[in-house]
């Protein structure tokens, strides 16, 4: 199976980790969120809004296209790249990813204290 380094994250990791294993077909914010790695969802996963925009910096080419809903709001993502995926719609295929969670999302939400 193939598996996830995450590249260290202030809040979220800060040591960065491998996630082992992670199963083909599920998605990259379903396999951070079961391995203690709490990215943001704010609309519960339903591709409509930012807040799991991760860099897929390695192994992006073995994702699924982007839908073009997906693409709509990725423009709206702080922080875009040309490797840039919401992590609830792209799905784990049988490569090893790694990828970058950004600093900031524009989730207004969850304010820094």
């Not at 996830?4 to 980790?17: Q, Y």
Request: charged share 30%.
């Amino acid at each position: 199976m193939p598996k996830i380094t995450v590249l260290p994250h202030a809040d979220l990791c800060p040591e960065g980790k491998v996630i082992e294993n992670a199963p083909s077909g599920e998605t990259i914010c379903d396999i951070l969120l079961d391995n203690d790695i709490e990215i943001d969802h704010a609309c519960e996963k339903s591709c409509a809004c930012t807040t799991c925009h991760v860099i897929v910096r390695q192994g992006f080419d073995s994702l699924e296209e982007a839908s073009e809903l997906e693409e709509d709001l990725l423009d709206q993502a702080w922080g875009l790249e040309a490797d840039s995926r919401l992590s609830c719609q792209a799905v784990m295929a049988d490569e090893d990813l790694v990828v970058e969670i950004p600093k900031y999302t524009i989730n207004h939400a969850r304010e820094h204290h």
